[in-house]
T-cell receptor, first 119, second 114 residues
Framework: GAVVSQHPSWVICKSGTSVKIECRSL??????MFWYRQFPKQSLMLMAT?????????EQGVEKDKFLINHASLTLSTLTVTSAHPEDSSFYIC???????????????FGPGTRLTVL | AQSVTQLDSHVSVSEGTPVLLRCNYS??????LFWYVQHPNKGLQLLLK??????LVKGINGFEAEFKKSETSFHLTKPSAHMSDAAEYFC????????????FGTGTLLAVQP
C-alpha cells in the first residue's frame, strides 16, 4: 500500500516551453502533497506544499509563477514548470501524505521522481 | 530552528563489515526521525522511522537506528554490509503536526567494496 507514482519519469524539452509533471497516490487519498527539487549529488529541497482544493504554499525563494502547482483531487497533484530554462533542469520528486486517525505525524510517501532536462 | 546534520558525506565499507551512518538533530521539541535510502535515479524508500515509541528502531534490509536524546543522535547501523546497500542515505527530521515539513540532511553516500 501507499504507492505514489510520477509521470513522466524523464522529460527533455526546449528552453521556453512548459512542462507538466503529474503525481498520483494510487491506493490512498492524499490530503497533502509535497514537491521537492533535488540537484545532482545534493539533498532534497522542499519547493511547496499543497492541500487538496487549496492554493499551494511555496517555500521562500521558490517562484510561484514559475512553478505552478495544482492539487485538484485527493489523488492527483501537478507541477508545471513554465517557460523552462536550462537552470530548471533537475530531479523533481513529489510525496503524498494522508492523515490517519490518532497519528501524531503524517508519513510522506515518495514518488520515483521526474528528471527534467531543459536544452 | 530545527536541523539535521549528517556528519559524513561519503562512507566506504567492505562487504560483510558493519555500517555506521551518523546523524545528529537539533530540535526544541520531540522529533520524529526517519532514514531514507535513494538508489541512483530512483525515488526515496523509507528504511525506518522513530516516532517517540521504542528508542531502538528496526527497519528493512537489516538496518536499525537508535534514538539517543542525550546525544541528539539517530545513527543508522547494519551488522553486515551487502553490495546492494550501496546508495545515498538521508536522515530526516520532521516538526510533525499540521506542518509536516520534512527537514533533510545532506545525505551520505555509502560505497560497498567487494
Amino acid at each position: 500500500g501507499a504507492v505514489v507514482s510520477q509521470h513522466p519519469s524523464w522529460v527533455i524539452c526546449k528552453s521556453g516551453t512548459s512542462v507538466k509533471i503529474e503525481c498520483r497516490s494510487l491506493d490512498f487519498q492524499a490530503t497533502t502533497m509535497f514537491w521537492y527539487r533535488q540537484f545532482p549529488k545534493q539533498s532534497l529541497m522542499l519547493m511547496a506544499t499543497s492541500n487538496e482544493g487549496s492554493k499551494a504554499t511555496y517555500e521562500q525563494g521558490v517562484e510561484k509563477d514559475k512553478f505552478l502547482i495544482n492539487h485538484a483531487s485527493l489523488t492527483l497533484s501537478t507541477l508545471t514548470v513554465t517557460s523552462a530554462h536550462p537552470e530548471d533542469s533537475s530531479f523533481y520528486i513529489c510525496s503524498a501524505s494522508h492523515a490517519p486517525r490518532f497519528s501524531s505525524y503524517n508519513e510522506q510517501f515518495f514518488g520515483p521522481g521526474t528528471r527534467l532536462t531543459v536544452l | 530552528a530545527q536541523s539535521v546534520t549528517q556528519l559524513d558525506s561519503h562512507v566506504s565499507v567492505s562487504e560483510g563489515t558493519p555500517v555506521l551512518l551518523r546523524c545528529n538533530y537539533s530540535s526544541s521539541y520531540s522529533p520524529s526521525l526517519f532514514w531514507y535510502v535513494q538508489h541512483p535515479n530512483k525515488g526515496l524508500q523509507l528504511l525506518l522511522k522513530y516516532t517517540s515509541a521504542a528508542t531502538l528502531v528496526k527497519g528493512i534490509n537489516g538496518f536499525e537506528a537508535e534514538f539517543k536524546k542525550s546525544e541528539t543522535s539517530f545513527h543508522l547501523t547494519k551488522p553486515s554490509a551487502h553490495m546492494s546497500d550501496a546508495a545515498e542515505y538521508f536522515c530526516v527530521v520532521t516538526y510533525g503536526g499540521a506542518t509536516n515539513k520534512l527537514i533533510f540532511g545532506t545525505g551520505t553516500l555509502l560505497a560497498v567494496q567487494p
